[in-house]
């Protein structure tokens, strides 16, 4: 028996125990194995259970542990690192026939997900105000300054009122008063210890997600104002440093 | 040209988001406070993901060094035994015998 033939049969209910194996104390060690392969299974649904906790409240236990422990079965941990397991589950839900009716489930899964990755994310301070100022300094390379966003920021863009849903199972908001079929931009961001989750307007989204792949100031707010006349350059920036979330500036003459 | 595009408005946007207090865009968590001595035995909020050893880990009912998320204002309302104020607190303290 290898360790691969072992590991497949762990994940693979339909194969049988591997050959070779001995109990110490004379039991059958095809119905052990069977003990520990469910093991390794309810622990893996336990883990997404852990994470995706919303997602698990939004469809209830049932079809959360028949869904997790598909995906369990189809994409078991790359890593020992658990905190990040189940990165692939929000798009595991997308593709799920049964959860079709639910638009709203995969992308407060990927909420829930992206807020575990701003916990562990690394600590960048935020740009003091004297880099601002320098900047400011040299107004004319303004459109093309670059901003480095703090590596815990992400935005989720969802057709469904993902923000609003999360809050209600937060407590935050009731849940009677949610509509999950109106269109919601969530950002995810950690300010100090805090991961904080935003609702954001859609050209706000759009204004970070140009950032980030590295669009300059004037591009990524030329692209908001196409998006919604109404784009607010100055509350966005406001809060990003308010929150440090703007790890650094990056001057550069070069057309982008 | 867009007028956002401009490096004179450019610098307008940055220059005020310097200065004034920023108006949050919206933010559902800022009427939540963080409630010290409140929270039952494993079921403080802390959310680091599976694996992790944070989130359900406090070892005793109404610890005061383990926190919970609660709607603004009812934190030093909300009873909390081992609490010497009798209440929730927005920092940690040290447990009296309940």
């Keep these: 028996m290898s360790q691969q033939d072992f590991a497949a049969?762990?994940?693979?209910?339909?194969?049988?125990?591997?050959?070779?194996?001995a109990a110490w104390n004379g039991s059958d060690p095809a119905q052990r194995f069977r003990v520990y392969r469910n093991n390794v299974i309810v622990s893996l649904i336990d883990a997404l259970a852990d994470t995706f906790e919303v997602t698990l409240e939004l469809v209830g236990e049932e079809f959360f542990r028949a869904?997790?422990?598909?995906?369990?079965?189809a994409c078991p941990p790359q890593s020992r690192l658990m905190a990040f397991y189940g990165a692939g589950f929000p798009d595991f839900i997308e593709s799920f026939p049964p959860a079709a009716g639910l638009p709203y489930l995969a992308d407060v899964a990927r909420l829930e997900y992206r807020r575990i990755v701003a916990y562990h994310a690394?600590?960048?301070?935020?740009?003091?105000?004297?880099?601002?100022?320098?900047?400011?300094?040299?107004?004319?390379?303004?459109?093309?300054?670059?901003?480095?966003?703090?590596?815990?920021?992400?935005?989720?863009?969802?057709?469904?009122?993902?923000?609003?849903?999360?809050?209600?199972?937060?407590g935050i908001?009731?849940?009677s008063t949610v509509a999950p079929d109106a269109p919601e931009t969530a950002l995810i961001l950690r300010h100090g210890l805090n991961v904080e989750v935003l609702q954001i307007p859609a050209a706000v989204g759009a204004f970070?997600?140009?950032?980030?792949?590295g669009a300059s100031l004037g591009r990524?707010?030329?692209?908001?104002?196409?998006?919604?006349?109404?784009?607010?350059?100055?509350?966005?920036?406001?809060?990003?440093?308010?929150?440090?979330?703007?790890?650094?500036?990056?001057?550069?003459?070069?057309?982008? | 040209m867009n007028k956002t595009l401009t490096a004179a408005s450019l610098a307008f946007a940055l220059g005020t988001a310097m200065t004034v207090a920023a108006t949050?865009?919206?933010?559902?968590?800022?009427?939540?406070?963080?409630?010290?001595?409140?929270?039952?035995?494993?079921?403080?909020?802390?959310?680091?993901?599976?694996?992790?050893?944070?989130?359900?880990?406090?070892?005793?009912?109404?610890?005061?060094?383990?926190?919970?998320?609660?709607?603004?204002?009812?934190?030093?309302?909300?009873a909390s035994p081992t609490s010497p104020t009798g209440h929730g607190q927005m920092a940690e303290f040290k447990e009296r015998k309940a």
């Design chain 1, 9 to 21: 049969a762990l994940l693979d209910p339909d194969l049988p125990a591997p050959a070779g194996l």
């Design chain 1, 67 to 73: 869904i997790a422990r598909l995906y369990a079965y």
């Design chain 1, 122 to 170: 690394a600590d960048v301070p935020g740009v003091g105000a004297e880099a601002v100022a320098a900047a400011l300094a040299d107004e004319a390379t303004l459109p093309t300054l670059g901003m480095t966003l703090h590596p815990s920021l992400s935005v989720v863009v969802s057709t469904s009122a993902v923000v609003s849903l999360w809050a209600a199972h937060q």
């Design chain 1, 173 to 175: 908001l009731d849940l």
């Design chain 1, 208 to 213: 970070l997600c140009e950032l980030q792949a």
């Design chain 1, 220 to 256: 990524a707010a030329a692209e908001a104002m196409s998006i919604d006349t109404d784009f607010n350059l100055v509350s966005i920036l406001g809060l990003l440093l308010q929150k440090s979330a703007i790890t650094a500036l990056n001057p550069t003459r070069s057309p982008t």
């Design chain 2, 24 to 78: 949050p865009v919206a933010a559902p968590m800022a009427d939540k406070e963080k409630c010290f001595g409140v929270a039952l035995k494993g079921k403080n909020d802390c959310k680091a993901g599976a694996g992790t050893t944070c989130a359900g880990t406090s070892k005793i009912d109404y610890q005061g060094n383990s926190w919970s998320l609660v709607p603004k204002g009812t934190c030093e309302k909300t």
